[in-house]
């Protein structure tokens, strides 16, 4: 008896170097469970266009995406609150600042962004604002926010599949999903795929 073979989608990678990026998606996970830390972890990822631009098979010719994944907390010493001064162009100096920032304002914002490989992983440095006079790369696909906090359905329908089962699981989810009653059945069912909001292109990432 042998092993089934690993038929899992193989992506191209991103080339390392430097690129120029805009912000498309701001996805608040919600608060799931972290399996490695063994308690729930409130996570949000940021999912970025790139300059670049694919070359295998059905993705020849569109954008790259790249992401970035943080604890959604805007403590000034967190990584995330850090992460989105290098976005905004200027740090912030105060704990009251950060807390009122509106995170969906960055939404469309350029940037250049040095791409290097880590192990597996691609990681986005020295995220810098556009020399002046340089023209904003224009998105191809959805902009949009996924805000836990106050939940949209139909933003969370243009979600892939994957992960779509992750936010399922949040904390914040199952409670939106009470306030539901029946009408939660339907959530299952709706893969984004029925030609309502169809993807520009294939997002269906191993997040």
């Avoid at 991103?14 to 729930?40: Q, W």
Wanted: hydrophobic share 35%.
């Amino acid at each position: 008896m042998k092993a089934p073979k690993n038929f899992a989608k193989k992506f191209e990678d991103h080339p390392e170097g430097m690129c120029t990026l805009v912000l498309t998606r701001i996805i608040d996970k919600g608060t799931i469970f972290h399996s490695a830390k063994n308690k729930y972890v409130r996570k949000i990822m940021f999912v970025f266009e790139s300059d670049r631009l694919m070359s295998d098979g059905d993705s020849a010719g569109k954008p790259f995406l790249v992401f970035k994944y943080a604890n959604f907390s805007m403590y000034l010493n967190s990584m995330l609150c850090a992460f989105v001064g290098q976005l905004r162009g200027r740090r912030f100096l105060e704990q009251t600042e950060a807390d009122n920032f509106d995170l969906s304002n960055l939404l469309g914002i350029s940037v250049l962004a040095n791409i290097a490989r880590a192990g597996e992983y691609i990681n986005i440095e020295n995220i810098m604002p556009l020399p002046p006079g340089t023209k904003p790369l224009s998105p191809v696909g959805d902009v949009f926010a996924i805000d836990m906090d106050n939940f949209d359905k139909k933003i969370f329908d243009k979600l892939s599949d994957n992960m779509k089962e992750q936010i399922m699981t949040s904390k914040e989810y199952v409670a939106w999903e009470k306030t539901q009653g029946t009408q939660s059945g339907n959530v299952h069912s709706q893969s984004g795929d029925d030609g309502r909001n169809p993807p520009p292109f294939d997002d269906e990432v191993p997040f």
